[in-house]
């Protein structure tokens, strides 16, 4: 039997993840700026617990995570 969030994330495009995120940060308030925001997926970008679009640490989307500011990378590296 295959995990469902599994298949889902395997189907996803960066395509798809990033108009999910967009629609998703449209109901957020508390948003860092662009730079922060760059800054902390370049991080991502480099990092070994990036799996695809998902930080395999918190399962979140980083793209969507590293806009939040209440947010931190669960590793400590932003
Ligand atoms: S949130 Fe932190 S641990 Fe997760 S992929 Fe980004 S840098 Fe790595």
Not at 32 to 51: D, G, H, M
């Amino acid at each position: 039997m295959s995990c469902i969030g599994c298949d889902l994330k395997e189907t996803v495009s960066q395509l798809d993840v990033h108009k999910l995120v967009e629609e998703q940060l449209e109901l957020e308030q508390d948003l860092v700026s662009t730079k922060i925001r760059e800054k902390r997926l370049n991080i991502c970008c480099k990092c070994p617990s990036l799996s695809q679009h998902t930080c395999v640490h918190c399962g979140c989307f980083v793209e969507f995570r590293a806009s939040l500011r209440q947010k931190k990378c669960p590793r400590d590296k932003w």
